[in-house]
């Protein structure tokens, strides 16, 4: 069944349509899985550097990714396409690695980095951080829900004893957010961030 059939047939079921981009072989339960590859469980193949054309505009309740964005080379083009096909209340859940992620530099196939304030340049008005950043670069805004940095080890006992703790304490709020990435990236990095956000439209 191509990719409309099953979307007609989630909203048929009265479920939500979830997509969830660059799933690869380990897709997420419930969900439509996009990658450019035609891994077991993949539902549409695709190369999504080139937009989201298979997908109406205001057509999906919520799109999903893990560690994808820092592959795309046209990261606007592609944020402006979840943009159009998500509905007005839809969700963009995105998760990414940190800019001092100790293992982002090895991965050839790395575009870019993120932060804290990334998407806040493509963010409204609305952001709770206090320092602020010029958001006149794109004509799509999204108001991002939350944002949570999460520290990870390959090392139980370093995760345990040091790790776990920072995830606590970072994500206490947006302050002790905005600590970590001012005083401490230099000194222990944080594996990846994982931002939930919801496109903010003009209200007619």
Excluded: W
């Excluded at 109406?56 to 893990?66: F, P």
């Excluded at 998760?95 to 992620?101: A, D, E, L």
């Amino acid at each position: 069944m191509d990719i409309s059939g099953l979307i007609a047939l989630k909203k048929e079921k009265g479920e939500k349509v979830i997509i969830e981009l660059g799933c690869g072989p380990s897709k997420q339960l419930g969900v439509i899985g996009v990658d450019f590859l035609p891994l077991p469980g993949v539902d549409h193949v695709a190369n999504i550097e080139n937009g989201l054309s298979f997908l109406e505009d205001e057509s999906i309740d919520e799109i999903r990714s893990v560690h994808v964005f820092e592959h795309i080379e046209n990261f606007e083009s592609l944020m402006k396409e979840i943009h159009r096909v998500l509905k007005k209340d839809g969700i963009h859940r995105i998760t990414v690695p940190h800019f001092s992620n100790p293992y982002y530099y090895s991965d050839y196939t790395h575009k870019r980095f993120f932060g804290l304030y990334t998407f806040d340049y493509m963010g409204s008005p609305k952001t709770t951080l206090k320092r602020k950043v010029p958001s006149f670069y794109s004509d799509v805004k999204f108001d991002i829900v939350s944002r949570k940095l999460r520290f990870k080890s390959t090392r139980i006992i370093r995760y345990l004893l040091f790790k776990k703790p920072c995830n606590i304490f970072f994500n206490l709020n947006d302050y002790t957010k905005e600590l970590y990435e001012e005083l401490f990236t230099g000194i222990f990095g944080c594996f990846e961030i994982e931002f939930v956000m919801k496109p903010d439209r003009p209200k007619n």
